[in-house]
């Protein structure tokens, strides 16, 4: 099977290149490659490979930029979602795609779950939800995964700057009313794996249909931005790095720290389809935490 993965030097189009190769043939053109924000090139170059499964890693994921790149924005985040949607249509082929807990207002206290109105407070949640609605009205064979808080070991991530603040600064003020599971990219790309080892195994038949639609994925657990902050401080001081040497980490509310786009209190997303569809869940947030620390 040809599985075409876009967005290969991202956070998780670089695991899936790895988790997803045990599944056929990757190929993961770079942005030079395959530029998401161009339709019509995306379009026949797509044709031209013709994957069996497209796996869309690929986003405009600047969440504050995207306040000023609207147009930029919305061509990868919607318009591209949609050429790949209508490609995978005509070739019969799957596409799964990534979206986020930005397409939700944040109201309330409960998880979302999939069935949850959208109502996004930004221009970045407002193209992703723009592209998950093109998706689903282009082509039947899709996963919309929904995740939230992305990190790993490369990449622009809230981990690695973490890592390098405490080092840098006497003190950090971070928020502590915004409320999310933060999620390893590897635990996307093997979940996304193992998934699609499932709906591609000949031991589900041809008269199973596949469940194809949206799901919430995400680790287990939630914490603020503060308390990821924390069990980051803890880790480095586990692995032997001075206290004294790292930043006092002091709590403040969003409205302390004001942002070109607003971001939803609650990012809480329910979990459950995923576990009663595919029999999957994400290890809680400080399990796959500790094991992204650990290089391994
Ligand atoms: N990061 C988060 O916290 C978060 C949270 C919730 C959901 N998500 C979703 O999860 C998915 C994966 O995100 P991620 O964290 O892996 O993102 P990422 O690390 O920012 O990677 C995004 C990838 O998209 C590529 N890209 C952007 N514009 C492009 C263009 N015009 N043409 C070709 N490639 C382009 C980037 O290429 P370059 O490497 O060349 O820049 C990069 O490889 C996305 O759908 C995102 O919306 C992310």
């Given amino acids: 099977m040809r599985i ?4 290969g030097n991202g956070q998780v189009g670089w695991e899936l290149q790895r988790t997803l190769a045990c599944l056929g043939e990757v190929v ?9 924000s161009q339709p019509e090139t995306l379009r026949a170059a797509v044709r031209a490979l013709r994957p069996r499964l497209i796996v869309n890693a690929a986003a405009y994921t600047a969440v504050d930029r995207a306040e000023s790149e609207r147009d930029l924005a919305y061509a990868v985040n919607a318009e591209a979602p949609r050429v790949l949607a209508e490609v995978a249509a005509e ?9 986020t807990d930005y397409v939700f207002d944040g109201a309330g206290e409960a998880p979302f779950t999939e069935e949850a109105p959208v109502n996004p407070l930004n221009v970045y949640g407002a193209s992703k939800a723009a592209g998950e609605a093109a998706i689903r009205a282009a ?8 995740t939230s808080w992305v ?8 981990l690695l700057t973490m890592q390098r603040l405490l080092r840098e600064r006497p003190e950090l003020k971070i928020v502590d009313d915004q409320i999310g599971a933060p999620t390893w990219a590897r635990s996307i790309a093997e979940a996304t794996a193992l998934i699609m080892a499932q709906i591609e195994s000949p031991a589900r038949g041809a008269d199973r249909p596949a ?20 069990a980051i401080r ?5 692995q032997g790095e001075a206290a004294n040497a790292l930043a006092r980490l002091t709590a403040i509310p969003s409205s302390e720290y004001p942002t070109p786009a607003p971001r939803p209190l609650n990012s809480r997303l329910a979990n459950a389809k995923l576990a009663r569809v595919f029999g999957l869940q994400l290890p809680d ?3 796959a935490l500790g094991q992204a620390l650990d290089g391994s």
Avoid: K
């Avoid at 075409?4 to 967005?7: D, E, N, R």
């Fill in 91 to 99: 070739l019969g082929a799957t596409l799964v795609h990534y979206s």
């Fill in 211 to 230: 469940p194809w639609g949206t799901y919430h994925l995400t680790q287990q657990g939630a914490t603020s931005w503060f308390g990821f902050a924390e």
């Fill in 285 to 287: 947030w400080r399990v």
């Fill in 234 to 238: 803890a880790a480095l001081i586990a």
């Fill in 139 to 146: 082509c039947d064979r899709h996963l919309i995964f929904r």
């Fill in 4 to 7: 075409l993965v876009t967005g």
């Fill in 151 to 158: 990190y790993g070991r490369r990449g622009a991530n809230f």
């Fill in 28 to 36: 993961a053109p770079g942005r030079a490659g395959l530029d998401m």
